[in-house]
């Protein structure tokens, strides 16, 4: 798993974090879901856009789809239906040019929306790029996938604490590698290893050049979880 977080643009680039995982962070769910580029087709689609969306109350059936199987897979969040037919041709074609190009033309977020997300993917959970309107966003989504992908592996942990979270955040914005097959684990804690390797935009370079990479790591960290609670430690 790899992060890099462009402060400037409030953007996450990262391999190793897949749709569901994303969603499931966040207790409180997203609002509907505009559908830049997939290969879904439910009951929605606005004649306006020429575009599918998922409403909310159907996104739990949607959560379900394998949307890793479309290739490219580009939504972003939207507040309310009304909102879809107050776009101007500009907005529009913003919208059409983000899914298109996986990058904004001006900025990725849209008042008449009030998306808080863009999630720009292409073979989901190999490559993503998420713009978050509010960088906490980010800082909540940390709180949450560390203990879900311990939970997939039937050991149970706590949500990290804000500090944790936080302190991942910063590490993010150098470039860092999570190096889950290296956790040294023992009955009553865990610890992640973590490299500061720099910013990698090219993921088939960061696969090729792993070892190399993790050699000339800037700096090591642990995640550590012990007595219920993790902390970030230096390792050099």
Same mark, same amino acid.
């Given at each position: 798993?790899?992060?890099?977080?462009?402060?400037?643009?409030?953007?996450?680039?990262?391999?190793?974090?897949?749709?569901?995982?994303?969603?499931?962070?966040?207790?409180?769910?997203?609002?509907?879901?505009?559908?830049?580029?997939?290969?879904?087709?439910?009951?929605?689609?606005?004649?306006?856009?020429?575009?599918?969306?998922?409403?909310?109350?159907?996104?739990?059936?949607?959560?379900?789809?394998?949307?890793?199987?479309?290739?490219?897979?580009?939504?972003?969040?939207?507040?309310?239906?009304?909102?879809?037919?107050?776009?101007?041709?500009?907005?529009?074609?913003?919208?059409?040019?983000?899914?298109?190009?996986?990058?904004?033309?001006?900025?990725?977020?849209?008042?008449?929306?009030?998306?808080?997300?863009?999630?720009?993917?292409?073979?989901?959970? @190999?490559?993503?790029?998420?713009?978050?309107?509010?960088?906490?966003?980010?800082?909540?989504?940390?709180?949450?996938?560390?203990?879900?992908? @311990?939970?997939?592996?039937?050991?149970?942990?706590?949500?990290?604490?804000?500090?944790?979270?936080?302190?991942?955040?910063?590490?993010?914005?150098?470039?860092?590698?999570?190096?889950?097959?290296?956790?040294?684990?023992?009955?009553?804690?865990?610890?992640?290893?973590?490299?500061?390797?720099?910013?990698?935009?090219?993921?088939?370079?960061?696969?090729?050049?792993?070892?190399?990479?993790?050699?000339?790591?800037?700096?090591?960290?642990?995640?550590?979880?012990?007595?219920?609670? @993790?902390?970030?430690?230096?390792?050099?």
């Amino acid at each position: 798993m790899y992060m890099i977080f462009n402060e400037a643009d409030q953007s996450v680039i990262s391999t190793g974090v897949n749709f569901n995982e994303f969603v499931s962070s966040f207790p409180a769910g997203l609002s509907n879901i505009l559908l830049l580029a997939s290969g879904y087709t439910g009951q929605d689609f606005h004649s306006g856009l020429r575009m599918d969306f998922v409403r909310k109350e159907r996104l739990e059936e949607f959560y379900r789809e394998d949307v890793y199987k479309y290739g490219d897979f580009c939504w972003i969040d939207f507040g309310s239906m009304p909102a879809l037919d107050q776009l101007e041709p500009q907005e529009k074609a913003e919208l059409l040019y983000l899914g298109h190009y996986h990058q904004p033309l001006n900025t990725p977020f849209f008042d008449k929306l009030s998306n808080r997300f863009v999630y720009l993917a292409h073979d989901d959970g @190999w490559y993503n790029k998420i713009y978050y309107r509010d960088i906490q966003d980010y800082t909540i989504m940390l709180q949450h996938i560390f203990p879900a992908k @311990w939970h997939a592996r039937k050991r149970k942990v706590k949500t990290l604490g804000l500090d944790a979270a936080e302190q991942l955040t910063s590490l993010a914005s150098k470039g860092v590698l999570v190096e889950w097959n290296r956790t040294i684990k023992t009955r009553n804690s865990l610890e992640i290893p973590l490299n500061i390797i720099g910013e990698i935009l090219n993921l088939d370079d960061l696969y090729n050049n792993l070892e190399k990479l993790k050699a000339k790591a800037e700096a090591e960290y642990r995640l550590v979880y012990k007595d219920k609670h @993790w902390t970030v430690n230096s390792v050099k």
